[in-house]
C-alpha cells in the first residue's frame, strides 16, 4: 500500500469532515471499512440508528444525508442505509439521525410524534428507520401523494405491525388541512387561527377512532433545522478536495479527474470503483472480499453527466438510479413515444430495491456487477446499450452490451484497468415496441426471479424487422434467446408465430433442478409467459387491436395497486371506576415516543464498558459429521483476540441445556448434527478483530450419513425423537369409517417461516464480584439466569438478568436466546471482563431455528349434508436437531387440529421428527396454525366431494356453544357462531361472491377468489407449572410507582396493559406508573413470555399486588377521605407502613387428563373469523389482497388500539407464512435463507388494500383480567383466508384453462406455486422440458 503514496498529490486532505445533526465531526484516519452506522452507533454513541441485516435491506438503520448542490442552488436531502454507507464517502455532507429531528425532552417532530401516537410502533426497533425515510420525503417534497409515502417506505421493513397504523399515521401528511397549513407556512399555527380548516374538519368520528389527528403537532418545514453554513460556504473547498484516507485496513481515494483515477486504475489495476457501494459493501460484509484500495469517482464531472443527445440520452456513471428516475421522468414527458426503453427503465427501477438503495446505487454498478438477476442488464442487452469506458492506455472506447458483453458469472467484457464513464441508451423509432418485466418473490424491494425485456421492430404493421427477446435470471449471466429472436424476423406477429416462437424459446432456454435459484419449471414458465404478455401487449397497442379480444386484455398488465384504507371498529369501555381508570381505552404504547425519537435502549444500545470484549460463535459447516480437529492457533495469533472458549472448558455434566430435555451441548464436543451447532466462541477486544478470528477457526469433520432433512427423510429412515407418536383418540373412528360412503384422503404441507425480529439475539453480561449481571433480548430471562447458574457452577441468586424491552420476538427468542447468551456469560464469568455479542442478521438465521415445517396427512369421513363424522390425522413436525420445546408444541398442534369444527370420532397422531436441521422452535400459534389448516383444508375436500359450497359444510360443523372438543372441553362462551355471522354481514361476503364470478367470466389472465375461515384458539401453557406470574410494586414517597412483573416487553404492549391495570386498581394516573424492565431479582422463576398469556398471568399478579397495597392504604384513606394519592403516601410513610407489595397469581389448575382424554386443557378460548379477497395474476403468480374483514372476539379489550395491532400484526405475519415466506436449504443441510436479500417477510405494498378489523361487542371473557382475552397468536391463522382465496381464484383460471378444478396446494401459495397451478399451455409446453435431477440445488422446507 505504501507504492500509492507516489500517485496522490500534495494538497490531498486526509481529514474526513462532515456533520452529524449539525455537528462537526473531524476524523483523522477514517478507515475505509468503517460504516456511517458502525461509526454512529460505536463512535458517536447515538445508537436511535438500528441495526436489522446489514445488507441494506430491512431500513432499520434509515439515515437522512445532506447535501448542498450548487448548480442547483439547493440542499438535496436522501434517505440512505448507514449500514452499506461507507464514512469516507461522507466528506462534506450533512448526516440527520432520528436523534436529530426531535427529542421527548424538548420538541417531537410530527412524524415521530405520528407514528407513536397513530399506534405505527410496537417492539419500535423498526421505528427509528421509518421514521427517517417519511422524515426525508417532508424534507424532500412541499406537496406529497400516498404513492410517495408507499415508495418512501419501500425499503423499512416492520415485522410487528402490519403496517397499517404506519400508513394511517403517515396519511395525516396529505390531509387537506396539513397541506393548507404548510402552504400558510406559519410558525406555530394556521394564519386562519381557529378558523383553520384543521380545526373546524375535526373528524365528528374521531371519538371512535384510535388516535385524534387533531391533537397532532402540524407539521411545519420552516422549523426544519438548517443545513450546516460551512458546507454550503465551503462547498467548492469540500467538493474540489483530493482525498486521501489512510486507515489501518486500506485507504479510500477520491480523486478529483478522470485522469488521476485512470493513472491510479492503471498502476493498482486492482484497486476498486466505489459508487453507492451496495454490491461492494455486500461482498466486504458477507463475502469476506476485502478491497485495499477503494476509489470514489464521485467528484468526476464526466462521470455525472446526465443529457439527452440525438441518438436518446447519456447517463455519467456516478448517477444514482434515483436521480436517473427524476431525469428519466422530464425526458419522457418531452419525448413521448421515442422514450419506451426510458418507460421500461423507469417502471423497472420501482421495483428495484428500496428507496434508500436507490438513493445511493449506480446503473453503472448494476451493469459491471454483472449479476445474472440483474434487473437493469436484460433492457440494456436488449437496446444495446453503449458504453463509454476509459483508461490511460488508450483513453475513450466505446462498447456495445451484446451477447458478449456479459462473459461469464459476474463477467464483463471491461478490462480491470477500464473505467466506465458514462453510458448512451438510445430513444425508440416510430415502429418499434420495447418493454420490460421482472417477476420476483415479493412485489417490492426484491432481487428478481425472471427478468425479461423485449425489443421488437415492425418493418410494415405486422410483419418483425428485428427482434431481441432478453432475459435475467436463466443463465449464469443476462441471456439474449439469439435463436429465438433470429427466428422471429420476417415473420407476422400473429398466434402462429406466437406458437413457434413459444417453442423456440423453451428449447433455447435450458435449465434443470440444479440451477442455483431453483425454480426451473416456474423460471422457464415464466419466460414464456412474460413473452405472452409483451404479445399481447404489442397487440394492443397495434392499430387494428380489435384482434385481441378484451377477456385477453387482463394479460397485458401486472396487477394495479390501489391506495389503501382500513377501519377499525371497537367499543369503549364506558365501565369507568374512577377518572383516571382508562382500562379499554386506546392509550399509546407508553414506549412509542422514546422508540419513535431513538431514545428507547435495547440491548446493543447501551453504551461500551471499560475493557469490554467481544464473542463471536463459530458455527458448524457440517449438518452430520464427527468433529475431528479444532484448530485455533491463527485465530489466537491475531492481535487483539483474547480467548476461545469451546466444550474442553466446561465438564461434560455442564456442557449441557435444554428447556425440557438436556440434550444441547453449549459447546459441540465430539459431533454436531446441525450446522447451527456451536463449535467454540472467540473473544477478542473489538467485533471486527472477533469477526476476523472467527473465520480464522479451522475445523476438520469426518461427515456422517445418513442425513436427514425433511420429514419425508425423517419418515424413510424412522428418524423420530422417542416416545413419538403421541395420540389421542375420541369416539371410534374405524367403526364410522367402516360404515361410511363419503372417505376422503389427503394430506396438506407446511412451510417453514424465520421470525425475522427486528433485533437480532443479542447479549451483554457483566462479572461484578461473584454476581453475574445479563442484559439479553431473551423472552425468558429466568431461564437465561438459570442455565447460566448451571453452567457456571454458581447458585441462581448470583446471576440477574435483565430485559428492558426486545425489538419483536414472536417466541423465537423463548428458548433459543441460549446459543448466543450462555457463551457471552461464560467468557465474562470467567474472564472477569465485560463481554458482549449480537448475532449477525445472517448467523442469527442459521442458528436460531424456525417454525416447524410440517405435513398433515388426513382420512375424513362424512355424511351427505357435508358433517364430518370422523377423521383420523397424521401429523409429521419437523423439530431439527434438538428437542427444544417441540414435545409441547407437537401436543398444541393435536388439540388444535380441530379448528373450529366439532368431529365426534378422531385419532391424531403427533409425530416430531429428528433432522440435521437448526432446531425449530416457538413461533407465535405454536404449531396450531400448520395443524388448523389441516381442518379447513378437510373442510373444502368434503365440499368438493359431495358438491355443495364450502361455507355450508363450515357452517353445519361450526362447534356451538356446549359442545365438546375432541379433547372433551366443553365450550361453554362460544363466540364463533356470532363472529361467522358477523364477518359475512360486515364483508357483504355473498354480494362481492357473485361480483367476483362476474369479473371472473370477464377476465382471463386476472382471477379474484374470496373466502371465509374462522379460528378457535386455547390459551394455556397445556401445563400447570407454567400457569403463574409474579408482580412487584414499589411505591415511593413522592407518590411514584415502580412496576416489575415476570413478562418482557415484546412489542406486544405488555407494559403498557400491566400499567392501566395498576392504574385502575390503585386509582392514580398511569403517569405515575413506570415499569423500567423485567429483572429476575425483582421477579423470580418466571415463566417466559409466550403462549400470549402474560397480560392474563401478570395481570392478576398486578391485581394482587395493589390488593395488598390498597389494603394497607385504606385506614390513612379513610382518615383523609379526601386527601390526593402523594398525601396517603406520605402519610403511610410516616406512620411506616410497608409501600412495597409482591402480587401472585397461579392460574386454576389444568384438569385434563391424558389417560382419559377428558378434563379442561385451556383456561378459554379466543375466537374470530376473517373473509379475504384477493386478484391473482395468471401468468405470473403474482397476487394481491384486495380486501380483508376480520371479526375477533377478544372479550372487552383493555386496550384496543394494542389489540387491534396484535390482530393486524398478526395477520401481516400469518400473511407472510402461508404466501410468500419460504426458507431454502441446500440438500447437505444448509440453510441458504440468510437475509433479507434471500428472505422476503411481507413489505407495506403487501397488507391488504382494504383493511377492517371488527372486536365482537358484548362478549366479556369471565376468566380473564377485567373479562379481557389474550390476544398475540390467535390472529394469525386468519390469514389462511389468503390462502384459500388465491386457491378459489386458482380454480376459476384451471376451469378457463380447461384443466381439472382440483389441485393441490401447499403452503406457501408463493407465485411460483400459484403459476405453476395455474396450468394452461405454456407450463404444459414447459413441463416436459425441464430435467429433474438428483441433487437438486435447494429443498424448501
Ligand atoms: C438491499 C439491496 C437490494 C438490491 N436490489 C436490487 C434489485 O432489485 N435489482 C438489481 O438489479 N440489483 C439490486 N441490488 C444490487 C445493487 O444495488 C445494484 O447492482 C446497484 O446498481 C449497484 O450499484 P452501486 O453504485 O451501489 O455499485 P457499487 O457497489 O459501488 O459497485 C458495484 C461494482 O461496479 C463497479 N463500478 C462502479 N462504478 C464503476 C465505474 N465507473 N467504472 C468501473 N466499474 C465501476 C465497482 O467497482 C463494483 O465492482 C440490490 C442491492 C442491495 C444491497
Ligand atoms: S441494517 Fe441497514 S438496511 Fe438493515
Ligand atoms: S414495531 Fe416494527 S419491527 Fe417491531
Known amino acids: 500500500m505504501e507504492e500509492i503514496e507516489a500517485f496522490i498529490p500534495e494538497d490531498r486532505v486526509t481529514n474526513l469532515v462532515f456533520f452529524v445533526n449539525g455537528k462537526k465531526v473531524m476524523e483523522p484516519s ?192 420552516s422549523q426544519e433545522p438548517i443545513f450546516p453554513p460551512e458546507l454550503r460556504l465551503n462547498d467548492e473547498f469540500y467538493r474540489s478536495a483530493f482525498i486521501y484516507f489512510r486507515g489501518n485496513d ?22 476498486k470503483i466505489v459508487m453507492g457501494n451496495t454490491e461492494v459493501g455486500v461482498e466486504v460484509k458477507f463475502k469476506n472480499k476485502y478491497y485495499p484500495i477503494m476509489i470514489s469517482p464521485s467528484m468526476i464531472p464526466e462521470l455525472s453527466v446526465l443529457k439527452v443527445v440525438d441518438s436518446g440520452i447519456v447517463i455519467g456513471a456516478a448517477i444514482t438510479l434515483n436521480d436517473l428516475n427524476d431525469f428519466l421522468e422530464i425526458v419522457i414527458r418531452e419525448q413521448g413515444k421515442k422514450a419506451a426503453i426510458f418507460e421500461s427503465i423507469r417502471e423497472m427501477l420501482h421495483y428495484f430495491a428500496g428507496n434508500q438503495v436507490r438513493n445511493v446505487a449506480s446503473l453503472i454498478g448494476n451493469i459491471v456487477t454483472a449479476s445474472p438477476i440483474s434487473d437493469l442488464n436484460p433492457i440494456m442487452l436488449a437496446c444495446e446499450a453503449i458504453i463509454c469506458v476509459y483508461s490511460t492506455t488508450y483513453g475513450i472506447k466505446y462498447i456495445r452490451i451484446d451477447s458478449t458483453f456479459f462473459k461469464g458469472y459476474r463477467k464483463v467484457n471491461i478490462a480491470e484497468d477500464e473505467i466506465v464513464i458514462a453510458i448512451e441508451i438510445p430513444f425508440v423509432d416510430s415502429c418499434q415496441y420495447f418493454k420490460s418485466y421482472k417477476q420476483s418473490r415479493r412485489r417490492d424491494d426484491d432481487i428478481s426471479i425472471v427478468t425479461a425485456a423485449f425489443n421488437i421492430k415492425f418493418a410494415d404493421d405486422f410483419t418483425v424487422s428485428q427482434a431481441q427477446l432478453c432475459y435475467g435470471g436463466m443463465a449464469s449471466t443476462t441471456v439474449c434467446a439469439t ?117 428507547a435502549i435495547y440491548c446493543d444500545d447501551i453504551p461500551p464498558l471499560n475493557e469490554e470484549l467481544y464473542l463471536c460463535l463459530i458455527k458448524s459447516s457440517e449438518c452430520f459429521a464427527r468433529i475431528k480437529m479444532i484448530d485455533v492457533s491463527k485465530a489466537l495469533a491475531l492481535p487483539g483476540v483474547v480467548a476461545f ?70 419418515i424413510k429412515h ?70 447460566a447458574a448451571e453452567v457456571l457452577g454458581i447458585p441462581n441468586h448470583n446471576v440477574v438478568t435483565r430485559v428492558k424491552r426486545i425489538g419483536g420476538g414472536f417466541g423465537g427468542k423463548e428458548t433459543r436466546g441460549v446459543v448466543l447468551t450462555i457463551p457471552v456469560a461464560i467468557a465474562a464469568y470467567k ?32 355424511d351427505d349434508d357435508g358433517k364430518i363424522t370422523a377423521a383420523i390425522f397424521d401429523m409429521y413436525f419437523n423439530a431439527g436437531n434438538f428437542m427444544d420445546i417441540s414435545c409441547s408444541l407437537v401436543y398444541k398442534a393435536i388439540m ?158 405488555l407494559f403498557t396493559k400491566m400499567m392501566q391495570v395498576a392504574s385502575r386498581c390503585l386509582g392514580i394516573d398511569i403517569t405515575k406508573i413506570h415499569i423500567s424492565e423485567m429483572a429476575t431479582d425483582k421477579v423470580p422463576n418466571s415463566t417466559s413470555t409466550a403462549a400470549s398469556l402474560s397480560s392474563d398471568l401478570y395481570g392478576m399478579a398486578v391485581i394482587d399486588a395493589c390488593r395488598k397495597i390498597n389494603e394497607r392504604l385504606e385506614p390513612i384513606k379513610i382518615k383523609n377521605p379526601t386527601g390526593t394519592w402523594e398525601e396517603w403516601i406520605s402519610a403511610a410513610y410516616f406512620d411506616r407502613v410497608s409501600l412495597s407489595a409482591t402480587g401472585f397469581y397461579s392460574a386454576p389448575k389444568i384438569e385434563y387428563n391424558e389417560e382419559t382424554n377428558s378434563g379442561n386443557l385451556f383456561e378459554y378460548f379466543t375466537f374470530g373469523v376473517a373473509c379475504s379477497e384477493v386478484i391473482v395474476d395468471c401468468l405470473t403468480g403474482d397476487h394481491q389482497v384486495v380486501r380483508t374483514d376480520i371479526v375477533m372476539d377478544i372479550g372487552e379489550s383493555l386496550n384496543p388500539a394494542i389489540d387491534i395491532g396484535q390482530i393486524e400484526g398478526a395477520f401481516v405475519q400469518g400473511y407472510g ?23 422476503k417477510i411481507p413489505t407495506l405494498s403487501d397488507i391488504p388494500k382494504e383493511f377492517n378489523v371488527t372486536l365482537l361487542k358484548g362478549a366479556p371473557n369471565p376468566r380473564a383480567v377485567f373479562s379481557s382475552k389474550a390476544v398475540g397468536e390467535p390472529p394469525l391463522f386468519l390469514s389462511a383466508s389468503v390462502f384459500f382465496a388465491i386457491k378459489e381464484a386458482i380454480k376459476y383460471a384451471r376451469v378457463d384453462a380447461g384443466v381439472s378444478p382440483e389441485f393441490s396446494l401447499i403452503v406457501p401459495a408463493t407465485c411460483a406455486r400459484i403459476r405453476m397451478a395455474c396450468e394452461d399451455f405454456i407450463t404444459q409446453e414447459v413441463e416436459p422440458t425441464v430435467r429433474h435431477v438428483d441433487q437438486p440445488w435447494n429443498i424448501i422446507l
Open 1217 to 1239: 407464512f402461508y404466501t410468500m415466506e419460504e426458507i431454502l436449504v441446500s440438500p447437505e443441510g444448509e440453510v441458504l435463507s440468510r437475509g433479507p436479500g434471500t428472505y
Open 896 to 1053: 388444535h387440529v380441530d379448528n373450529c369444527y366439532n368431529i365426534p370420532n378422531i385419532e391424531v397422531n403427533g409425530y416430531l421428527c429428528k433432522t440435521n436441521l437448526p432446531s425449530n422452535t416457538a413461533f407465535r400459534g405454536f404449531g396450531a396454525p400448520q395443524a388448523m389448516m389441516a381442518a379447513e383444508v378437510v373442510i373444502r375436500d368434503i365440499a368438493e366431494k359431495i358438491n355443495k359450497p364450502y361455507e355450508d359444510v363450515m357452517e353445519i360443523n361450526l362447534y356451538r356453544v356446549g359442545d365438546f372438543t375432541h379433547f372433551n372441553q366443553e365450550l361453554t362462551h362460544c363466540t364463533i357462531y356470532r363472529c361467522w355471522k358477523e364477518c359475512i354481514e360486515i364483508s357483504k361476503y355473498w354480494q362481492r361472491k357473485k361480483i367476483i364470478k362476474e369479473f371472473n367470466s370477464q377476465n382471463r389472465w386476472k382471477k379474484k377468489g374470496i373466502s371465509l375461515v374462522p379460528t378457535k384458539f386455547g390459551i394455556s401453557f397445556q401445563t400447570d407449572f407454567l400457569m403463574q406470574g409474579g408482580a412487584l410494586i414499589l411505591i415511593y414517597i413522592d407518590g411514584s410507582v415502580l412496576l416489575s412483573i415476570g413478562g418482557i416487553e415484546m412489542g406486544q404492549g
Open 30 to 221: 477514517p478507515d475505509p471499512s468503517w460504516t456511517l452506522l458502525w461509526y454512529l452507533r460505536k463512535r458517536l454513541l447515538l445508537t436511535g440508528t438500528k441495526y436489522g441485516c446489514g445488507e441494506g435491506g430491512c431500513g432499520a438503520c434509515t439515515v437522512m444525508l445532506s447535501q448542498y448542490r450548487k448548480h442547483e442552488d439547493r440542499v438535496k436531502h436522501t434517505a440512505v442505509n448507514a449500514c452499506l454507507m461507507p464514512i469516507c464517502a461522507l466528506h462534506g455532507q450533512a448526516v440527520t439521525t432520528v436523534e436529530g429531528i426531535g427529542s421527548t425532552a424538548e420538541r417531537l417532530h410530527p412524524v415521530q410524534e405520528r407514528i407513536a401516537k397513530a399506534h405505527g410502533s410496537q417492539c419500535g426497533f423498526c421505528t427509528p428507520g421509518i421514521v427517517m425515510s417519511m422524515y426525508t420525503l417532508l424534507r424532500n417534497k412541499t406537496s406529497i401523494k400516498y404513492e410517495d409515502i408507499e415508495t418512501a417506505l419501500q425499503g423499512n421493513l416492520c415485522r410487528c405491525t402490519g403496517y397499517r397504523p404506519i400508513i394511517e399515521g403517515f396519511k395525516t401528511f396529505i390531509e387537506p388541512w396539513e397541506t393548507k397549513y404548510q402552504s400558510v407556512d406559519q410558525v406555530s399555527s394556521c394564519g386562519l387561527g381557529k378558523d383553520c380548516c384543521r380545526n373546524k374538519n375535526i373528524d365528528l368520528q374521531e371519538d371512535a377512532k384510535l388516535y385524534k389527528p387533531s391533537e397532532f403537532i402540524p407539521y411545519c418545514p
Open 831 to 862: 474472564l472477569k471482563k465485560p463481554v458482549r455479542g449480537v448475532l449477525d442478521r445472517d448467523e442469527d438465521m442459521q442458528m436460531t431455528g424456525f417454525r416447524h415445517p410440517s405435513l398433515i396427512k388426513y382420512k375424513v369421513s362424512c
Open 250 to 271: 486500506g485507504v479510500w481515494i477520491r480523486p478529483r479527474t478522470l485522469e488521476e483515477l485512470a493513472i491510479i486504475k492503471q498502476k493498482f489495476p486492482h484497486s
Open 718 to 787: 424412522k428418524s423420530y425423537f422417542t416416545g413419538y407418536p403421541k395420540t389421542i383418540r375420541k369416539g371410534n373412528v374405524e367403526k364410522i369409517f367402516s360404515r361410511s360412503r363419503n372417505i376422503i384422503e389427503g394430506y396438506i404441507r407446511n412451510g417453514s417461516q424465520e421470525h425475522f425480529y427486528l433485533e437480532t439475539m443479542s447479549a451483554l453480561a457483566v462479572r461484578k464480584e461473584d454476581d453475574l449481571e445479563i442484559i439479553c433480548s431473551s423472552q425468558n430471562p429466568a431461564e437465561i439466569s438459570r442455565v
Open 483 to 599: 435463436k429465438a429472436s433470429h427466428a422471429f424476423t420476417g415473420c407476422k406477429w400473429n398466434d402462429k408465430t406466437l406458437k413457434v416462437l413459444l417453442k423456440l424459446l423453451v428449447e433455447e432456454l435450458e435449465l434443470d433442478d440444479s440451477a442455483p435459484g431453483g425454480m426451473a419449471n416456474y423460471r422457464k414458465s415464466l419466460c414464456l409467459s412474460l413473452f405472452y404478455r409483451f404479445y399481447m401487449y404489442v397487440f394492443s397497442n397495434m392499430k387494428n387491436n380489435g384482434l385481441l379480444n378484451t377477456k385477453q386484455q387482463s394479460g397485458v398488465f401486472q396487477i394495479h395497486s390501489e391506495d389503501p384504507k382500513s377501519s377499525q371498529c371497537f367499543e369503549i369501555n364506558s365501565n369507568v371506576i374512577h377518572k383516571h381508570d382508562n382500562i379499554g381505552k386506546p392509550i399509546v404504547h407508553r414506549s412509542a415516543l422514546k422508540q419513535a425519537t431513538g431514545e
Open 645 to 714: 472458549f469451546s466444550a474442553s472448558d466446561l465438564s461434560k455434566e455442564r456442557n449441557k441445556m435444554g428447556t425440557i430435555v438436556k440434550d444441547e451441548q453449549i459447546f459441540a464436543s465430539d459431533t454436531v448434527s446441525s450446522q447451527a451447532c456451536v463449535i467454540g466462541a472467540v473473544v477478542a477486544k473489538s467485533e471486527s478483530i472477533a469477526r476476523k478470528a472467527k473465520n480464522l477457526v479451522s475445523v476438520i469433520y469426518e461427515k456422517l450419513r445418513p442425513v436427514v432433512i425433511t420429514i419425508e427423510d425423517a
